[in-house]
């Protein structure tokens, strides 16, 4: 009977000690304080650790409670809050008053949840996070802008205005672009045009004439022989025919002109941009043009005119181009200039187009395909004899007058990566100067050379003979 009394105390006392014994705290969140040591501890915000001491506290004290808080468990157990960035001091102190130790309280983000965040939305990115004070760093290597700027947008949603980037971006962030511009220029013209005149209708020299185009004064002038031809100024295409009537002399003059003309403008600029810079080009010159300042001073501010491009390339997934870029041709246009007493200055003639396109290391696109179709008509005559059937046409003049202009600018994209100096070729390689005693001995001057090697070697094997380069109608 005693020894039953003896098992069953036994075993009541076993149950109780282990249900008063302390539930044990997860290793990550409790930190132990050794007396007369100091302490570093990291408390994520919004979240709390426990801090254990090794001997009994009797006072603590916090230096900014703004940044961290604590509430006693027991005279060895604090409960530590985080609750903005920042450090502060957390000093314990013994019934005596006398220091047990200083814990470093370091509130930082909690940044677990956002590198989860981060990993989903950008699996494959080697993105290390770190806190530093209050904010973020981040580093590693991602394979594109565009993802590395999502990291950063997704950073600046834990730590607005406090996100430190320390990523580079591995691949090829270099664009080469080639842009062909082709403009072409067509002008017809066509005009007929008469005028009449009668001389000598007596003696005393009286005469009479019509003009369709303004050159009467130019037909038949007294004394001139029939038949004989007469002062025809500067028109082009005109032919005088004089009729011997009696004492009477009839002068006809027909004017027949036909022009036309071709003009053509090319430029193929080559331009490397690293991803998201702007680059430019300017092939053509600066026209000055003075400009009056309140003072009353003039000076002069200069517009530039030519062919011109400007671009920004931004390399995304998958090697994909997004090309933001402008282009323009200009030139000068007297007929729309400005005269000021003897000053004059001349006008602009611009094309220009503005766009943004994706495409691939290769691909080409036709941005702008810019048409201009000028016509003029114009006819006049002398009243009523105009109208005359047949022999009307010599009381009429008629002008017919065309102009088309047509740009294209062709765009294409390449990823490039830097090379060798001695694989370039420059055009000055195939030329040879000739040395003092060429040019004054021999009389030779600069000719063609004919490197064998490097990338100047493979320009001079190439066979420029034959019909090359641009055929436009």
Do not use: C
């Not at 050794?34 to 919004?46: A, C, D, E, H, I």
């Not at 003075?290 to 011109?308: H, L, N």
């Not at 030329?431 to 004919?450: C, Q």
């Amino acid at each position: 009977m005693k020894m039953t009394n003896l098992v069953a105390a036994a075993l009541i006392g076993l149950t109780a000690s282990v249900a008063s014994a302390p539930v044990p705290v997860h290793a990550e969140n409790l930190q132990v304080v050794r007396k007369g040591t100091g302490r570093n501890l990291s408390v994520p915000m919004n979240s709390a650790v426990v801090v254990e001491s090794d001997v009994p506290f009797a006072e603590l004290s916090i230096a900014n409670p703004a940044i961290a808080d604590f509430s006693t468990l027991s005279d060895r157990t604090i409960y530590v809050l985080g609750k903005s960035p920042g450090r502060t001091t957390l000093t314990l102190l013994d019934e005596n008053g006398r220091l047990i130790a200083n814990v470093e309280v370091q509130v930082s983000a909690d940044i677990s949840e956002f590198k989860e965040r981060l990993r989903q939305i950008l699996p494959n990115e080697q993105i290390e996070v770190r806190t530093a004070n209050d904010g973020l760093v981040m580093s590693g290597t991602v394979s594109s802008t565009p993802r590395m700027q999502r990291a950063l947008d997704l950073a600046e949603r834990y730590a607005p205005e406090r996100v430190s980037n320390l990523m580079s971006v591995s691949g090829k962030q270099q664009v080469m672009l080639k842009v062909r511009f082709a403009e072409m220029q067509r002008s017809v013209a066509k005009s007929l045009s008469t005028s009449l005149a009668i001389d000598g209708l007596s003696t005393g020299g009286l005469g009479a004439g019509v003009a369709t185009n303004g050159i009467a004064s130019n037909v038949a002038p007294s004394g001139v022989a029939p038949g004989t031809s007469t002062n025809l100024g500067t028109n082009n295409g005109a032919a005088f025919f004089g009729i011997n009537a009696g004492s009477a002399q009839i002068g006809i003059l027909l004017q027949a002109l036909e022009t036309k003309g071709v003009v053509r403008t090319l430029a193929e600029p080559n331009l490397t941009a690293l991803s998201g810079q702007e680059a430019k080009f300017l092939a053509g010159g600066e026209y000055p043009i003075p400009v009056s300042q309140e003072d009353g001073a003039i000076t002069v501010e200069f517009k530039p005119f030519g062919v011109e491009l400007n671009f920004v390339p931004r390399v995304l997934d998958d090697n994909i181009i997004n090309l933001e870029m402008a282009a323009a041709v200009s030139s000068l246009d007297p007929t729309n200039g400005f005269t000021n007493g003897t000053l004059t200055i001349s006008g602009f003639r611009r094309r220009d187009t503005s766009t943004t396109v994706a495409l691939r290391d290769g691909e080409s696109f036709a941005i702008a395909g810019l048409l201009q179709d000028d016509f003029r008509d114009n006819s006049g005559q002398v009243p009523w004899l105009g109208d005359v059937p047949v022999l009307g046409a010599l009381f009429r003049s008629a002008d017919y007058e065309r102009s088309q202009t047509e740009l294209v600018i062709i765009v294409t994209a390449h990823l490039v990566t830097p090379t060798r100096g001695e694989a370039l070729a420059l055009p000055t390689d195939r030329v040879r100067l000739p040395s003092e005693a060429d040019l004054f001995l021999n009389g030779r001057v600069a000719r063609d050379a004919r490197p064998t090697t490097g990338g100047a070697g493979e320009v001079a094997n190439q066979d420029f003979s034959g019909s090359y380069g641009y055929v436009m109608d």
